[in-house]
């Protein structure tokens, strides 16, 4: 008859190894019955003539040419790739080098694993055909494979010299080798008639009568070591290369066969029996799901609960689902029913322990199959599928009662089988932990209020979730606040439930409460619960400092303290290259403060510094300091966000309230509050501002001009005109600024050089400056709108040489709303109709032709059009566009834009864009865009001019108009 390996057994072998002089492996005084746990694995040993061999192990998983481990279930006992420890020596004496190698293994079930064993395991090729195998079978026999010589030549004829046993020390005063007492012990003669190893496709396996014993008893989640060794065997020290340098050596784990120890129980529908193994549920609790039923867990783990409980009717649900479809028999559509296979388990002190199911360990017809308990509302019989729309199934072969049943259930993530149950079905209840933690709270959660040197005692429960047990360290987060004492101890919850009466009450179970004290160190600053960015926490950490939980909880520290935040201001937000400037900061006593308030400014870009302030704040008072920043002129751009720090701490509601963003942009020049009429335009060079400042006489006004080069003054000019006229600006073909004082029946053109002086002539002709451009012969181009009555009563004209004004006819109707455009060559005129009009129309100056182009979005509008000097149009709404004089249509959808600003004087293939306060700058043969901010501006008075020598010149105005600004980028 085959019995167990006990554990005393298991000691006694312990013993005798430890104790032996030789280091020949000693047979078990017993023989073992064991199952195996699923996997194979195999253990890489490399460089073995080498004072420091490489061994690794490994799962012999899906990773070997594809092939799963038909049948395998998911590993059990997980072992460390890497080894705790390898030794390798060689004994000169019997010419035998030992190797081994110590491993982690640890329980990756939720059930004790009794006995746990590896095997050498042997394969063999099943079929003779090779190309089927997922992996190569071992060599004749034994549990190696891919033994190699150190040049790599097959060394498969020394595989029988490899002999796996007991690992070996040396002792290196003596020379003497024995047993490691530290390694695993190695039994022979085991009873292995129930070991049957699942092995890789196309193969056989079977293990070896013997192997490494790693424990007698490992629980889940807990770790032990195993100790791989072998025995080199004739090896040649004069000629290592003669001697196996690599091998791979397979292993099977085993363990005593739990259907021995737990056989099952036959499975009543009205009732959930069965005995749990897991210590700390002993005494405890089983819950249904949402409480619809419990019941005590015995001393020894019993569990006996009679289904009496009826599910409310919001508990139950029909097969026929919205979303779903059923395809199969359903006797009653009209049933409904509610299913529970999971139970949860509480310890003696109402611990969240684990997870509870029942297994079937007889009688089952699916793999991994345990019981449904099924309550129905009517007699029931289910035989089909249902199919839900993410692609989740759930296939039913059942007859339900009226009342509780119990089914055979199967479940993957993706479907889910319910059968009846065989009449030979049993059962075992199996609990899986839950990840270990804990779950506390302040028994009583009001306000906790301290002021400094104060303490206050509270009742806080603690539980032990998935049986955590261990040194807590507990603390807060409140600045100047301890806790007392900083560290509890939760006892093992087994241990807890097995205590006698009457000893040492040191350990006690936690949820039933322990008294922590909060501490307010005499310094402890204020702490508000309502004006700290912080809520208050209780934190549990273990020794590691891992963070078990964070208890949220009302408490506060009343003392003298201060608040501080930015003060928000679009203006002093953002900074120039090269500027000097402030960032405003609000403060405030709190509890009558009074006394010094050191100010800091933290996570500064480069380029920017701020000197710490300190200010004087009186008790009850407010206060804004003023902290002076510093911009270097190469400072990078962007938008950054920077911090704030005082001394006292801060305790501002709001941690918007502790940063900020600002933004850097390009060199400016601060031009103070200046008009809202006022324009830029190109001069000969740089651009001039107009309109900057104006007097008025009964007849004439005279207004400002400002010649700027890269943001410097150049040069100042007066212009003076007719009260009654209308003045206005536009580049002529010398590349000089024209100015246009606009009559009734005429205008007066003034072309102004870079030193102010100017040049005057007489247009016979009324011209709205906004609709008028100089082509290359220096000639104007302008739209008039003869008859605001009729919807199409604007015209197109031109001047000649000799001032005379003519008419240029072109197929396209003309409005208030028509704009026109130049190239900057002065050869293309460029008219856009109307918002309702889709077509463009392309002027040559020279021959005076004209091209009627596609408009592809009729809601174009002036400021989204640019011409280029070959006579294209370029569009930039929604996204930019080319419209080729071919008519063709080029769209660059990856490059989006609001409105166009044109053509860059310099270089023809940059163009200028923007999107509000985005200056984009276009490589059109490239595709390449370049985006700068220039900061904060009122979109409705922002102008741009393109001068002569190249880049972009900005006149941009705040959004409160108090300052405007000069950017000049290249």
Same mark, same amino acid.
């Given at each position: ?51 420091a ?15 799963a ?21 060689t ?23 009794? =006995? ?7 394969t ?11 992996t ?21 004829s020394r ?5 796996p046993?007991h ?26 008639s ?19 014993? *790693? ?43 739990p ?26 609790k089983?819950?249904?799901?949402s409480s ?10 019993? *569990?006996?609960?009679?289904?009496t ?6 508990? %139950? ?8 479809t ?34 079937? *360990? ?27 729309g ?9 007859t ?21 149950l ?6 075992? %209840? ?25 303490r ?21 987060n ?11 101890? %939760? ?6 439930a ?6 040492n009450?040191?350990?006690?179970p ?17 702490? =508000?619960?309502?004006?700290n960015p ?71 870009p480069?380029?920017m ?26 400072a ?15 305790v ?30 190109p ?28 943001? *410097? ?17 536009v ?17 007066v ?75 900057n060559?002065g050869q293309?005129?460029?008219?856009f109709g ?8 392309v ?8 091209? %009627?182009?596609?408009?592809p ?12 000097n ?15 004089p071919?008519?063709?249509i080029?769209?660059? =959808?990856?490059?989006?834009s609001?409105?166009m ?7 023809p ?14 490589n ?21 001019s ?25």
């Amino acid at each position: 008859m085959k019995t167990h390996l006990s554990i005393s057994s298991v000691v006694a072998a312990l013993l005798l190894a430890a104790c032996g002089p030789t280091p020949t492996p000693t047979p078990s005084t017993q023989p073992t019955q064991t199952n195996t746990l699923g996997s194979l694995y195999e253990v890489n040993f490399q460089g073995v003539g080498d004072s420091a061999p490489i061994v690794k192990a490994q799962r012999l998983t899906s990773a070997l040419h594809g092939q799963a481990l038909i049948g395998a279930p998911e590993a059990q006992v997980g072992i460390s790739t890497d080894p705790l420890s390898v030794s390798s020596f060689t004994n000169r004496v019997t010419n035998i080098r030992h190797i081994q190698a110590t491993f982690r293994v640890t329980n990756n079930s939720s059930s004790t694993l009794d =006995n746990l064993m590896f095997f050498p395991t042997v394969t063999a090729d099943t079929d003779g055909d090779p190309t089927n195998n997922a992996t190569p079978p071992t060599i004749a026999g034994t549990p190696f494979r891919a033994v190699e010589f150190f040049d790599g030549s097959d060394a498969s004829s020394r595989a029988t010299s490899l002999i796996p046993g007991h690992g070996q020390r040396l002792n290196p005063s003596s020379n003497v080798v024995t047993d490691d007492p530290d390694a695993s012990p190695f039994l022979t003669g085991l009873d292995i008639s129930a070991v049957v190893p699942v092995p890789p496709t196309g193969l056989s396996a079977t293990v070896q009568n013997s192997g490494w014993q *790693v424990s007698p008893s490992l629980a889940p989640g807990q770790s032990a070591n195993v100790t791989f060794a072998v025995d080199e065997q004739n090896v040649d020290p004069a000629n290592p290369k003669n001697d196996p340098y690599r091998f791979n050596l397979l292993v099977s784990a085993g363990q005593d066969d739990p259907a021995l120890a737990a056989t099952g129980s036959a499975i009543n529908a009205s009732s959930l029996r069965g005995t749990l193994s897991d210590r700390a549920t002993f005494g405890g609790k089983l819950w249904f799901r949402s409480s619809l039923m419990s019941t005590s867990i015995g001393s020894a783990g019993q *569990v006996d609960l009679p289904l009496t409980a009826v599910p409310a009717p919001s508990a %139950l649900n029909s097969i026929l689902q919205s979303g779903c479809t059923y395809n199969g028999l359903i006797s009653d559509t009209n049933g409904k029913f509610a299913s529970y296979s999971r139970f949860s388990t509480l310890s003696a002190q109402g611990d969240p322990v684990a997870v509870t199911r029942e297994k079937l *360990v007889g009688g089952a017809s699916m793999t991994d199959a345990y019981v449904a308990r099924i309550y129905s509302d009517t007699p029931e019989v289910l035989k089909g599928t249902l199919t839900c729309g993410d692609g989740y199934t759930e296939t039913y072969d059942m007859t339900l009662v009226v009342g509780w049943n119990a089914v055979e259930l199967s479940a993957t993530n993706t479907s889910t089988v319910f059968k009846t149950l065989a009449s030979n079905a049993r059962s075992v %209840l199996t609990s899986t932990r839950n990840t270990p933690g804990v779950s506390a709270q302040l028994s009583d959660s009001s306000m906790i209020t301290l002021h400094p040197g104060e303490r206050v005692t509270r009742s806080l429960n603690v539980l032990q979730v998935g049986a955590y047990s261990g040194a807590v360290n507990v603390s807060t987060n409140i600045p100047g606040v301890t806790i007392e004492p900083s560290t509890l101890t %939760l006892g093992e919850l087994g241990a807890q439930a097995i205590r006698p009466m009457g000893l040492n009450g040191s350990i006690q179970p936690l949820s039933l409460g322990t008294q922590i004290t909060f501490v307010a160190a005499a310094d402890a600053p204020l702490f =508000n619960p309502y004006s700290n960015p912080n809520t208050a926490l209780l934190v549990l950490k273990d020794t590691q400092g891992k963070v078990l939980q964070q208890v949220p909880i009302s408490a506060a520290v009343v003392a003298p303290g201060i608040t501080a935040q930015f003060g928000y201001n679009y203006l002093t937000n953002t900074f120039g290259q090269g500027e000097n400037a402030s960032v405003p900061v609000m403060l405030n006593s709190m509890n009558n403060f009074s006394g010094p308030v050191t100010v800091t400014l933290g996570t500064l870009p480069a380029g920017m510094s701020a000197p710490t302030q300190t200010v004087q704040l009186t008790a009850g008072s407010s206060t804004t300091v003023d902290i002076p920043v510093s911009v270097s002129a190469d400072a990078p751009l962007g938008t950054f966000t920077i911090s704030l720090s005082t001394t006292p701490i801060n305790v501002f509601p709001s941690d918007s309230g502790l940063h900020t963003d600002i933004t850097i942009v390009p060199q400016r020049l601060n031009l103070g509050n200046v008009s809202f009429y006022a324009r830029i335009n190109p001069g000969g060079t740089g651009s001039w501002i107009s309109g900057l400042t104006s007097q008025y006489t009964p007849t004439t006004f005279t207004t400002t001009l400002k010649r700027y080069s890269r943001n *410097v003054l150049q040069t100042t000019a007066l212009m003076t005109v007719p009260l009654s006229d209308t003045l206005g600006y536009v580049r002529n073909g010398n590349q000089l600024l024209t100015g246009i004082a606009t009559g009734n029946t005429s205008s007066v053109r003034r072309d102004i050089h870079d030193d102010g002086t100017y040049t005057e002539t007489t247009v016979p002709s009324s011209v709205d400056v906004d609709k008028t451009v100089i082509d290359a012969q220096n000639r104007l181009w302008f739209i008039r709108i003869d008859d605001y009555n009729q919807p199409n009563g604007g015209h197109l004209y031109r001047t000649n040489a000799d001032g005379t004004v003519v008419n240029v006819p072109i197929a396209l109707p003309l409005t208030i709303n028509s704009s026109i455009h130049i190239s900057n060559n002065g050869q293309f005129v460029g008219v856009f109709g109307q918002y309702d009009t889709p077509n463009i129309a392309v002027i040559d100056t020279a021959s005076e032709s004209v091209t %009627l182009l596609p408009n592809p979005n009729v809601f174009t509008s002036f400021n989204s059009f640019a011409i280029a000097n070959d006579g294209s149009v370029w569009l930039s709404q929604p996204h930019l566009r080319h419209i080729k004089p071919s008519g063709e249509i080029v769209n660059f =959808n990856n490059i989006t834009s609001e409105d166009m600003i044109g053509f860059d004087q310099q270089d023809p293939n940059t163009l200028w864009t923007h999107i509000s306060a985005n200056i984009i700058k276009v490589n059109v043969v490239t595709q390449d865009t370049q985006s700068v901010n220039i900061g904060y501006f009122n979109v409705n008075n922002m102008r741009f001019s393109l001068p002569a020598e190249g880049g972009l010149d900005i006149l941009h105005t705040s959004w409160d108009s108090s300052v405007t600004y000069l950017t000049h980028l290249n």
